[in-house]
């Protein structure tokens, strides 16, 4: 059989024009040769790194549909099957009686369709074999030359627009695993050409300076995040660095000023990075809002200062509290003791008395003492604990205090002395502000911690940025790393919390 060379040349053109779409479908280019060489179905298959795949089928006849089916369902190797040898050849094949053909895994296929000859040829692009078509007939006897030169042709078309579009595929690929990790991304992205220029601006950043990613890009980066006493400085460092190639802060940490969108100034960890694209130069900037780490270094900084000021306040009232009293009682006994040297040689009976009232100012020194040392830290803390401690506190406590469930164990004593006057304080408050004569306590290990919660039934509404007791066992809670919450609503009484690390 003769093929006419003017119908090979409309079929290039056919192709060409399938090919030039920008989603050449393997499917079309089937059709078009198929038909126009009076084909009876057809295959296209693509090199994979798992070997050849089928990508598209054809056929004239719904009778050929199990034969696609079979076509479809297979994956060949290299030297496999009449595609396997082609792809390892190189060069188109023709092969008669395929359907008798045993080495070809559908012949029994074939030869149930009716399918008596095969003809396949590579397709090429400047990189290798990109994938295989054939075709399959049940009267073609032999190709005809013109055929087997046209199909080359074919190839290195086909072959061509394979490995476009599965270079654009990759590049589409590429590009959606960067938009997605640009996205997920939790600190801000920024991205800019040698000028300046915002070529890309991440969500995390769109939300820390309060732009849209449209208003973002296109414009200078100075302008945009760099606050207006920094911004020539930044400029001077970008041209420093255009023109000597000497990077002073690339791939470096440095914190830094950032502007939002509002105006306001706010600190920020920055990294910038120079991205290795081929051209002119790219910058990749990664940056962090550190305004939460700074509010809790100022925190830090406040609360050791407030425990500072507390321990000396509190050295400065027991010193008071020692001169005022214990002191000032001592003082008088040894005065007493004087005096009752003196009368008893000659007054028996005076010396006696003076010295029962040194006995009585004696108890009462004891007594203040013992109270003052209790204010300190209670003797039942350091010898039996935390549930003795509070069982003591319960017997003396200014309102019902209930106790629930208490640890049996020991704790460091550190632990054990912060829940205690977080208890103290607690239960204070309560007999102050609470309006209600009844209290709770239950204390329990969780995980890691121990849990101090101290409810009343009262009137609410306390003060959740804490009174200046509470403040005091907050900061010291701090600096064992625990936390105290307060919950109030008015109305509902008050919950303190303390969870103290163990």
Not at 160 to 188: F, G, I, M, N, W
Request: hydrophobic share 45%.
């Amino acid at each position: 059989m003769s093929v006419d060379f003017a119908l090979l040349l409309r079929l290039e053109h056919a192709v060409a024009d399938i090919l030039a779409t920008p989603e050449p479908a393997g499917r079309p280019v089937l059709d078009a040769i198929g038909r126009a060489l009076g084909w009876s179905a057809g295959a296209m298959w693509q090199v994979t790194p798992g070997g050849l795949r089928c990508v598209a089928t054809w056929s004239t006849s719904d009778r050929f549909a199990a034969f696609e089916t079979a076509t479809r369902d297979l994956v060949l190797a290299r030297g496999e099957g009449l595609p396997g040898a082609v792809w390892q050849r190189g060069e188109p094949a023709w092969v008669r009686e395929f359907g008798r053909q045993a080495a070809f895994p559908r012949a029994a296929a074939a030869g149930e369709a009716g399918l008596s000859a095969a003809f396949c040829f590579p397709l090429r692009s400047a990189e290798g074999v990109e994938g295989i078509v054939e075709f399959f007939t049940s009267t073609l006897a032999e190709p005809p030359p013109d055929l087997v030169s046209t199909a080359k042709s074919l190839g290195r078309r086909i072959g061509d627009a394979l490995h476009r579009a599965r270079a654009a595929d990759a590049v589409r690929r590429s590009e959606a695993r960067l938009r997605a990790v640009l996205d997920s991304a939790l600190d801000c992205v920024v991205i800019a050409d040698a000028d300046g220029v915002v070529l890309e601006f991440n969500p995390a950043a769109c939300r820390t300076f309060g732009y849209r990613r449209d208003e973002a890009v296109g414009r200078e980066l100075a302008e945009l995040i760099v606050p207006p006493a920094l911004r020539e400085a930044h400029r001077q460092g970008l041209r420093r660095l255009l023109a000597s190639g000497e990077p002073r802060l690339l791939d470096q940490r440095v914190e830094t000023t950032g502007r939002r969108a509002d105006g306001t100034e706010f600190p920020v960890e920055l990294t910038i990075t120079r991205v290795a694209v081929a051209g002119p130069a790219v910058f990749s900037g990664y940056l962090r809002d550190l305004s939460d780490r700074h509010r809790v270094a100022e925190e830090l900084r406040a609360s050791r200062r407030r425990v500072l000021e507390a321990a000396v306040g509190e050295r400065q009232r027991l010193e008071r509290d020692l001169h005022d009293g214990a002191q000032q009682r001592l003082v008088g006994l040894g005065m007493t003791l004087a005096r009752a040297r003196t009368a008893l040689p000659d007054q028996p009976a005076r010396a006696a008395a003076i010295l029962d009232d040194a006995i009585a100012a004696l108890e009462e020194s004891a007594i203040e003492l013992r109270d003052l040392a209790r204010g300190i830290h209670p003797a039942s803390l350091t010898r039996y604990g935390l549930g003795a401690a509070l069982a003591d506190m319960a017997r003396r406590s200014p309102v019902e205090l209930r106790l629930g469930e208490l640890p049996a164990g020991r704790f460091p004593p550190a632990v054990e002395a912060t829940a205690y006057f977080v208890v103290s304080e607690a239960v204070t408050n309560v007999a102050r502000y609470a309006g209600t004569g009844t209290a709770r306590v239950d204390v329990a290990v969780s995980g890691a911690e121990l849990v101090v919660t101290v409810t009343d039934g009262g009137i609410g509404g306390a003060d959740a940025g804490l009174g200046s007791g509470l403040r005091g066992l907050a900061d010291r809670i701090a600096l064992l790393d625990g936390t105290l919450t307060v919950d109030s609503p008015a109305g509902a009484g008050t919950t303190v919390r303390a969870s103290i690390p163990l």
